[in-house]
């Protein structure tokens, strides 16, 4: 079973929808990270947060540590949003990775 | 902005050959990292490394890898006698510190095929 599942795996919407990705985890973290990893495979990161929530522009991510859950939330979707989105959780010195969802965004 | 670099951006090799994947993380952070990600599957972790030693390091990273700052700039990993399944864009990361208080800057990849 994975450390880090995330769902869906593959989103499509219309320019303009609000999109949510959700990530839930199995093990004891110190902090979540959001990364955005475009075609070319370059990797950015997006958050870290290890409570609450967190908001940069368009983009919003939230944690609840209780039930091992994060979101991340694209307000008003663009095509330039469309990546792939990437849960990770930091455990001890490394970084476990989710699978990624694959988001393209339409005009 | 300062960033992480890897050199090349694509390595092609053959089968049995030693590879030396390089990197120049952030100057001012300490911790350093290597991940890769074989096409199609979920990053993986390989190693981490702190004050010139490993200090955690995946089933991976057995011991056809290593790793080395062998000048105060660069952080290599050498793969000793690549095999097929070494495939992989390897993305190398480095951070200030480690933990909670912890962003990690990633390289921009250097993709491997060995052939």
């Known amino acids: 079973k994975n450390e880090v599942e995330q769902s869906p795996q593959n989103l499509t919407a219309q320019e303009g929808e609000f999109i949510t990705i959700n990530c839930s985890y199995s093990v004891g973290i110190s902090a979540l990270h959001w990364l955005q990893q475009h075609p070319g495979g370059g990797i950015v990161s997006l958050f870290m947060?290890?409570?609450g929530k967190k908001k940069h522009g368009r983009l919003i991510a939230t944690i609840n540590i209780q039930e091992k859950h994060s979101s991340l939330h694209i307000t008003a979707s663009h095509p330039r949003d469309s990546a792939v989105y990437i849960c990770?959780?930091?455990?001890?010195?490394?970084?476990?990775f989710g699978t990624g969802t694959r988001l393209q965004v339409f005009p | 902005e300062p960033e992480v670099t890897q050199t090349p951006s694509h390595q092609v090799t053959q089968m049995g050959q030693e590879v030396i994947l390089r990197c120049v993380p952030i100057?001012?952070?300490?911790?350093f990292y290597w991940y890769r990600q074989i096409l199609g599957q979920k990053v993986e972790f390989l190693v981490s490394f702190y004050n010139n030693e490993i200090s955690e390091k995946s089933e991976i990273f057995d011991d056809q890898f290593s790793v080395e700052r062998p000048d105060g700039s660069n952080f290599t990993l050498k793969i000793r006698s690549t095999k097929l399944e070494d495939s992989a864009m390897y993305f190398c990361a480095s951070s200030v510190s480690r933990g909670r208080t912890d962003t990690q800057y990633f390289g921009p990849g250097t993709r491997l095929t060995v052939l």
């Open positions: 990770a959780v930091h455990n001890t010195d490394k970084l476990i």
């Open positions: 100057s001012n952070h300490l911790y």
């Open positions: 947060l290890s409570s």
